[in-house]
């Protein structure tokens, strides 16, 4: 959070905040947009603030939906700022992907796949068409879909979990084997990103990155700045229980769950300097809420750093000093806000030397 707003004439901010809340209400036959509605109604949108703010706590989220009319930049500010009052209780041990109750999980390196693909709810396979009957859409007509649903789909036929679709591979050994004992992962929240970065830091920083701009860059790479061309391995969206340590016995027990999207892309084959055999390079992606364009974006960023951070970068997309540092859709807002603010005096200075040398050329 590199800018912020500064202070200025004391009455004229209050009525630009005024000004504010009229644009959020001034539709005066409208009902106020609930919580639950954006959370529920504008799922999408919701998951990527999640996702931006790097806090997950839905009804916050919501909330800065809403006391931002919609500005996504501005509702991730609300949540990394309300983050950053709050005191750190604890930290969890690292959480498998595998334990998710899914909502949706796909592959697009099989067509089968342990358990079976689950397309869940998507909008992949459907026409980009207007739906007009939207336009005056009855409440009746709105709470029968989700009535109907919860009848036909009893408790019990709900899918849990599955296996992951990598481990197949593994077992063949194409792709390289977990570390038993991983690094501890990089805290971005209380340490300051100072290149050359552990893959953690990486991860971290894209995690809770713009999509915007995590998509941009990725794309480039996607286009010839870049030779990553992946294939999905799984992407799963569910909910991930969290563990926690029980504070008298120590063992880990469940205090809740949260959305999360899940991308694993398998993408070129080489040795490693400590490996003989070739195997799959691997890319990983996972942010909060449901957001399946970053967690693809960030795991194709992800194995495009991995060689960047071995070799020289041949492009942007492998730069972890460019990727990272410019990705954070806060820092990106305010950088650019801050231009919004007085500069009188510099641009003052700028008018002088231009006009001293003006008059230095003309009486040359």
């Excluded at 892309?265 to 070739?278: C, G, K, R």
């Excluded at 997309?317 to 806000?337: C, K, N, R, T, Y």
């Amino acid at each position: 959070m590199g800018y912020i707003a500064i202070k200025g004439g004391e009455a004229a901010i209050e009525q630009a905040q005024e000004l504010l809340e009229f644009l959020r209400t001034h539709s005066v036959a409208a009902n106020p947009l609930s919580l639950e509605q954006i959370q529920h109604q504008l799922h999408f949108l919701h998951g990527r603030v999640l996702s931006e703010g790097g806090l997950y706590h839905p009804e916050l989220a919501s909330l800065a939906i809403k006391q931002s009319a919609g500005d996504t930049l501005e509702a991730a500010f609300y949540l990394r700022a309300y983050r950053s009052t709050r005191p750190r209780l604890n930290e969890t041990p690292l959480q498998s992907g595998k334990n998710m109750r899914l909502i949706r999980r796909i592959s697009a390196a099989f067509k089968d796949i342990p358990g079976g693909q689950m397309l869940g709810p998507t909008s992949d396979y459907l026409q980009r068409l207007f739906r007009f009957e939207l336009l005056d859409e009855s409440p009746e007509q709105f709470r029968r879909i989700a009535k109907l649903w919860l009848k036909e789909s009893p408790p019990e036929a709900l899918p849990t979990t599955f296996p992951k679709v990598l481990d197949s591979l593994r077992q063949e050994g194409l792709l390289p084997s977990i570390a038993e004992h991983p690094d501890r992962p990089f805290d971005i929240t209380r340490e300051p990103l100072v290149f050359p970065v552990s893959r953690s830091a990486a991860l971290a920083t894209m995690a809770r990155a713009e999509t915007g701009s995590i998509l941009a860059i990725a794309y480039s790479n996607m286009r010839g700045y870049g030779d990553i061309h992946p294939t999905v391995a799984e992407l799963r969206v569910g909910y991930l229980p969290v563990q926690m340590p029980h504070p008298i016995t120590g063992e880990l027990v469940e205090v809740g769950e949260v959305l999360m999207t899940e991308c694993e892309v398998v993408a070129m084959y080489e040795a490693e300097a400590n490996q003989n055999i070739p195997t799959f390079g691997l890319g990983y992606g996972a942010c909060f809420g449901h957001n399946e364009v970053k967690a693809i974006a960030m795991a194709i960023l992800d194995r495009a750093l991995q060689k960047g951070m071995k070799h020289k970068p041949d492009n942007p997309s492998e730069d972890p000093e460019f990727v990272l540092l410019h990705i954070d859709g806060i820092e990106s807002m305010g950088f650019a806000s801050h231009y919004k603010m007085p500069h009188y005096v510099t641009f003052q200075s700028d008018l002088d030397r231009l006009r001293i040398t003006q008059r230095m050329k003309n009486e040359e």
